[in-house]
């Protein structure tokens, strides 16, 4: 799906009136959210890409003494603890700063327990300095930008799951990429062009409920975006694979009706959905087109992502 504002505006008088965002019903998110995590090879998949890329970056700075990090939606930290344990054992590095930014208070406390441990003196190990940000990424841009000042400049920017929840992706871009330092690298992780989300979104999105941002964005929409920065920027894109056991039973079950919330982003689908809206959206998303059966004949949903990495040739 486009991520055009007229895209994003479009919606069906069958679906708006009745299904609401997901994202407006907090407890159904946590629930839908938390079944996603337990049923599905996301974090795994993302952590054995982060851990092999973050060997090549060790390998690229390995002239360097000094790091310097910005994670931009760093969420509960899972992600930077594994980046920042691998570079902080890299035995050539001295110093390594990290600012991590979150728009969520709740999401940055839970981050600074996580990471809290990093700093400590360690003999051998570089010594980490974390600097929190509880912040839009487009407030702390708009806050050296007000001030007329130069925004700071980092070795390695990362975004992992995160430019779903912009208004703006291609200014995120625009700006992570200003933000790097000569040799830096940008790296984003964000749901494939060919996974079933995407299938479903480009199907059904203008009859799906939406809130202030355009969520159903992919990966290829953002490749696109990427490829409007000019010339002198280098992008590269791999596929992660990655799968969600959503079940058999999408209709009846819990595990299913907070399956299908979570893949169309919608509260309580399988309930209020119309028809012939919920039907056809329950019919595609078990079909051959978005989902596969493994070995348990249970339903495998293409959870499929892409790794985008950026840098100034």
Known sequence: MSVSDDTCNAKSAESTSVVRSLYSDTDRYLQSFGAFLKDSDEHD??????????????????????LKLMSVGCGDGQVDLVIIEKLKAASHFEKIHVTLIDPSGEQ??????????LTAPESGKAQVSLTFKTTSFEDYIAGYEG???????????????????????????ENSIRSLEGTGRLFLIHVSGHSGYAKVWKKFGPRLPQDDNCNYTTADDIRELADKLGSHVQVDQNEITSTFVIGSDLKSSLNGQLAVDFIVEAAHFVEKAPEPLKGEVLEFIASDECSKMNEKGELCFNNNLSAITMYVR
């Open 108 to 117: 940055t406390e839970r981050c600074q327990t996580l990471l809290q441990g």
């Open 147 to 173: 001030e007329g000042g130069e925004l700071p400049k980092y070795d390695i920017v990362y975004l992992v799951q995160m430019l779903y929840y912009v208004k703006s992706p291609f200014s995120v871009l």
């Open 45 to 66: 998949a993302i952590i054995n890409w982060i851990t092999k890329y973050t060997d090549e970056m060790i390998e690229h700075f390995g002239g360097k003494k000094e």
